[in-house]
């Protein structure tokens, strides 16, 4: 069966410090990778996705960046966070040509708070 | 610009009762909807998926409707347990082959009281 998992799973990190956050999938080959934020009281926000290693798209300018350098490894990064990087980060992955007919399933999230 | 509503924010209710959660989008052009549960500081667990084609989706005790020309659904829980205390959030798919583009409604945070 396949799992995800994320980590850590709480992080807490003053502003202007960098950040690595790591996904992994466990059971299947080529997923579609992705990152959602979940700001308090706020939707998810689709952050970036992957279809491959090496290949990323970027939904949001923003102060991230995302990095794939295995097939199932899904890395966030930053240089410098700031306060508006806290929230709840989730990974994800589905299987298939990457259209909006895949099933996204979701890791255990990491929660990151920038002080 | 699809931006997806769920009302209400919080809802509280006793034991055994029926309750409805709402949700709407602005754009119609949307391929799928799903409703996800998620516990606190947790993530995502998929509920129901309806296609854009079809009407309604059940699974146990959760129903859930689409009506794609209003911009609604609904989500159904019949005789409510403590155990389905969480938050519940709606996702759309939009319309777009080259990636899985979801917008994610802010939630609905239910409490069950025993």
């Known amino acids: 069966s396949q799992t995800i998992h994320q980590w850590p799973a709480t992080l807490v990190q003053p502003v202007g410090s960098p950040l690595s956050l790591e996904c992994t999938v466990e059971?299947?080959?080529?997923?579609?990778l992705y990152w959602y934020r979940q700001a308090a009281g706020r939707g998810l926000q689709l952050l970036f996705y992957?279809?491959?290693?090496?290949?990323i798209s970027s939904e949001v300018p923003q102060n991230l960046s995302a990095s794939r350098p295995q097939d199932r490894q899904f890395i966030l990064s930053s240089k410098k966070l700031l306060l508006s990087d806290s929230g709840f980060y989730l990974c994800?992955?589905?299987?298939?040509?990457?259209?909006?007919?895949?099933?996204?399933?979701f890791g255990p999230g990491t929660r990151l708070l920038v002080l | 610009k699809q931006e997806v509503t769920q009302i209400p924010a919080a809802l509280s209710v006793p034991e055994g009762e029926n309750l409805v959660l709402n949700c709407s989008f602005t754009?119609?052009?949307?391929?799928?909807l799903q409703w996800f549960r998620q516990d606190p500081g947790k993530g995502l667990t998929s509920l129901l998926l309806?296609?854009?084609?079809?009407r309604e989706q059940t699974s146990g005790r959760l129903n859930a409707s689409l009506d794609k020309s209003s911009g609604r659904s609904t989500l159904y829980i019949a005789a409510s347990q403590p155990g389905d205390s969480a938050t519940y959030l709606c996702?759309?798919?939009?319309?777009?082959?080259?990636?899985?583009?979801?917008?994610f409604g802010a939630g609905t945070r239910l409490t069950v009281k025993p």
């Open positions: 059971g299947t080959s080529n997923p579609n």
């Open positions: 996702a759309v798919s939009l319309k777009n082959y080259n990636n899985n583009d979801m917008r």
């Open positions: 994800a992955w589905s299987v298939g040509s990457g259209g909006a007919r895949e099933t996204q399933y």
């Open positions: 992957s279809v491959g290693i090496g290949q």
């Open positions: 754009d119609s052009a949307i391929y799928n």
């Open positions: 309806i296609q854009s084609s079809q």
